[in-house]
């Protein structure tokens, strides 16, 4: 993954509770493969009607919202089943950070494995963001160092797991993550080796039955 530092870019308002993983990409779409590109999928069923046609007034079809890498809702964003597809969707669109109070547990998980910064802001932070940005793409901050996110002179402090933190500020996965203990467990792997000898594998074509 791409480490992440501070976000400087264009960010759009979603000024909806409770936008769960189904409305971020509908069920429909994840018979297609990820190459397809998923981004076009972001929002499907409340950025176009019921023939299909884009919804021109939705923020998402502004012609400046493709540069948008930051996105602002309500609570509870990323309910609902525990489909990556969802990230993928904001991901592949273009997306590095939503902003809310709160996110559905496992959603939160997927975005930061995939990059996507989960940022935690009260109910009232949320609301100062989406009203400075208003109906259109704003320039945004989001400083993952000073755990900050700022519209014009709006800036509010937001909160992450030390671990994700950690993740996203240098583009480590889990597997990264395990290797800064390289040493640790090297020592209690020789350490556990000493103490319990007979636990460790036989070697090949050695018989399990002792010579009598």
């Known amino acids: 993954m791409k480490p992440m530092k501070v976000v400087t870019s264009l960010g759009v308002a979603l000024p909806a509770a409770n936008v769960d993983t189904d409305q971020l ?14 981004g076009q999928f972001l929002l499907y069923d409340l950025r ?17 919202a493709s540069k948008a890498e930051v996105m602002v809702s309500r609570r509870n964003f990323g309910a609902g089943s525990s489909r990556e597809a969802a990230v993928y969707a904001l991901v592949d669109d273009g997306f590095r950070c939503v902003v809310a109070p709160s996110f ?19 109910e009232d932070d949320a609301e100062q963001l989406l009203a400075a940005l208003g109906n259109a793409p704003s320039a945004m901050t989001v400083d993952l ?12 402090p937001f909160t992450l797991s030390p671990v994700w933190r950690t993740k ?10 395990t290797r800064q203990h390289t040493d640790t467990i090297a020592a209690f792997a020789h350490q556990y080796a000493e103490q319990f000898p007979w636990s460790a594998p036989s070697p090949p074509g050695a018989s399990l039955i002792g010579k009598g």
């Open 25 to 38: 990409i509908p069920a429909r779409f994840m018979k297609e493969p990820r190459s397809v590109g998923y």
């Open 48 to 64: 176009h009607d019921d023939h299909g046609q884009p919804k021109a007034d939705f923020i998402l079809h502004h012609p400046e």
């Open 104 to 122: 559905g547990d496992i959603f939160a998980s997927n975005a930061v494995n995939n990059g996507l910064l989960p940022a935690v802001v009260t």
């Open 145 to 156: 160092e000073a755990l900050t996110v700022s519209v014009g002179a709006v800036s509010v």
């Open 168 to 177: 996203l500020l240098n583009g480590w996965d889990d597997i990264d993550m």
